[in-house]
């Protein structure tokens, strides 16, 4: 087989590279380890970046999201009993949008099968070669059959575990990671949200989050020990335990439910240096990974995207290299940015097994800080609505 670009990862990042690809007529083929429905299955975060809904517009698959999906102008942040309001649109003129990854998911799949383009899935075996030269290739297994598919560029688009990043020499990228010690323990719920914008709350008993995915549908975290297992934590016990963790005016006003979905992530910060070798560029987690306390690990694998594309179209519109050349500098960039901001959020908002008191009255004195002073929030509005591309 020959494409143009192959797009190793079905997911959200590798989709939305491939749909904007087809759109400007550059052949792609999509290769995805899982199963359609797996994939569509996973349960991911929901806060969309003002660049990233333009990205999808670009793309055709913005419909149904603007339809849809709930535009936010702000968000709460909760301490001591009390939560203040970081107002996102007269701190930067811009909103963000909760959209479920998943939806977003539907819409580009549904895209590429009206395209007419080529998806494998149950993809098993993929081994990358000869990405030093001009013409890289993908070999894999697919329904019993081995596959080879030549191309010009390949996309590595899948994630932390997938084979493109290790495709990459060990003497040849460096890795930077810090693991968090402790989770996130999330359930879905048939139940309208708690309050209209998202409240992230510091608690003395750990971290919480309320979020949504609509307005029936709600998404809530709340900060537990990687110990733990979601088969520990009853429903009842959940919804007694974030209560405790809400200022009680929220708490008061929140619906409860049974889960239809429950489940415990770690933590982590990862990022691998440089995001490019050969004719291979990684994008998304393949390359990075943020704690989800900003919102930020699809908003940054959409930034990856942006540049990937522009500098795919200057290739191959104008036999102009350059931007492939630079991609991992200029992407490298916005990720640290990216990362710095997560990291900034995880530590301002959670309890650390280490913590002295004078590391909790630092905490609190920078939430105070953010209360009051707007400077502070229009630091926090513009990282949280998304950096420039």
Same mark, same amino acid.
Request: aromatic share 10%; net charge negative; charged share 25%.
């Given at each position: 087989?020959?494409?143009?670009?192959?797009?190793?990862?079905?997911?959200?990042?590798?989709?939305?590279?491939?749909?904007?690809?087809?759109?400007?007529?550059?052949?792609?083929?999509?290769?995805?380890?899982?199963?359609?429905?797996?994939?569509?299955?996973?349960?991911?975060?929901?806060?969309?970046?003002?660049?990233?809904?333009?990205?999808? *517009?670009?793309?055709?698959?913005?419909?149904?999201?603007?339809?849809?999906?709930?535009?936010?102008?702000?968000?709460?942040?909760?301490?001591?009993?009390?939560?203040?309001?970081?107002?996102?649109?007269?701190?930067?003129?811009?909103?963000?949008?909760?959209?479920?990854?998943?939806?977003?998911?539907?819409?580009?799949?549904?895209?590429?099968?009206?395209?007419?383009?080529?998806?494998?899935?149950?993809?098993?075996?993929?081994?990358?070669?000869?990405?030093?030269?001009?013409?890289?290739?993908?070999?894999?297994?697919?329904?019993?059959?081995?596959?080879?598919?030549?191309?010009?560029?390949?996309?590595?688009?899948?994630?932390?575990?997938?084979?493109?990043?290790?495709?990459?020499?060990?003497?040849?990228?460096?890795?930077?990671?810090?693991?968090?010690?402790?989770?996130?323990?999330?359930?879905?719920?048939?139940?309208?949200?708690?309050?209209?914008?998202?409240?992230?709350?510091?608690?003395?008993?750990?971290?919480?989050?309320?979020?949504?995915?609509?307005?029936?549908?709600?998404?809530?975290?709340?900060?537990?020990?990687?110990?733990?297992?979601?088969?520990?934590?009853?429903?009842?016990?959940?919804?007694?335990?974030?209560?405790?963790?809400?200022?009680?005016?929220?708490?008061?006003?929140?619906?409860?439910?049974?889960?239809?979905?429950?489940?415990?992530?770690?933590?982590?910060?990862?990022?691998?240096?440089?995001?490019?070798?050969?004719?291979?560029?990684?994008?998304?987690?393949? *390359?990075?990974?943020?704690?989800?306390?900003?919102?930020?690990?699809?908003?940054?694998?959409?930034?990856?995207?942006?540049?990937?594309?522009?500098?795919?179209?200057?290739?191959?519109?104008?036999?102009?290299?350059?931007?492939?050349?630079?991609?991992?500098?200029?992407?490298?960039?916005?990720?640290?940015?990216?990362?710095?901001?997560?990291?900034?959020?995880?530590?301002?908002?959670?309890?650390?097994?280490?913590?002295?008191?004078?590391?909790?009255?630092?905490?609190?004195?920078?939430?105070?800080?953010?209360?009051?002073?707007? *400077?502070?929030?229009?630091?926090?509005?513009?990282?949280?609505?998304?950096?420039?591309?």
């Amino acid at each position: 087989m020959r494409t143009q670009v192959a797009v190793i990862g079905g997911g959200p990042a590798g989709l939305l590279l491939g749909q904007l690809l087809l759109r400007q007529g550059i052949e792609t083929v999509v290769l995805e380890r899982r199963s359609r429905e797996y994939v569509l299955a996973r349960i991911r975060a929901g806060v969309l970046e003002t660049g990233l809904t333009e990205l999808a *517009a670009e793309a055709g698959v913005a419909a149904r999201m603007q339809a849809e999906g709930l535009v936010h102008d702000g968000t709460l942040l909760a301490y001591d009993d009390r939560s203040f309001r970081v107002d996102f649109e007269a701190l930067t003129d811009k909103t963000v949008l909760v959209y479920g990854q998943t939806e977003l998911t539907k819409d580009l799949y549904d895209a590429r099968d009206a395209a007419g383009g080529t998806t494998f899935f149950n993809c098993e075996d993929v081994t990358l070669h000869d990405i030093e030269t001009d013409r890289p290739s993908v070999t894999f297994t697919h329904d019993g059959q081995s596959k080879t598919l030549v191309c010009d560029v390949i996309a590595g688009c899948d994630g932390f575990h997938g084979p493109s990043r290790q495709a990459i020499p060990e003497d040849k990228r460096r890795e930077y990671e810090k693991t968090y010690p402790f989770g996130w323990l999330g359930i879905l719920s048939r139940t309208p949200p708690v309050d209209e914008e998202l409240i992230y709350a510091n608690s003395a008993r750990g971290f919480a989050l309320c979020s949504m995915r609509g307005t029936e549908l709600s998404r809530y975290y709340i900060q537990c020990p990687l110990s733990d297992s979601p088969d520990d934590w009853e429903d009842a016990r959940f919804w007694d335990e974030l209560k405790r963790r809400l200022p009680e005016e929220a708490a008061d006003h929140l619906v409860t439910g049974p889960s239809i979905d429950k489940s415990i992530a770690p933590l982590r910060s990862f990022v691998c240096e440089p995001m490019q070798y050969g004719r291979l560029f990684l994008c998304g987690d393949a *390359a990075h990974i943020v704690p989800p306390t900003g919102a930020k690990g699809l908003n940054t694998a959409a930034g990856d995207v942006s540049y990937l594309y522009r500098a795919l179209m200057q290739f191959y519109s104008d036999s102009d290299a350059h931007g492939l050349e630079i991609y991992s500098q200029i992407a490298l960039q916005r990720v640290w940015k990216t990362q710095r901001f997560s990291w900034w959020m995880t530590n301002l908002l959670h309890r650390f097994p280490d913590q002295s008191e004078f590391d909790l009255r630092m905490q609190r004195a920078e939430l105070a800080y953010l209360e009051t002073s707007e *400077a502070a929030r229009r630091n926090l509005a513009v990282s949280y609505v998304g950096l420039p591309y």
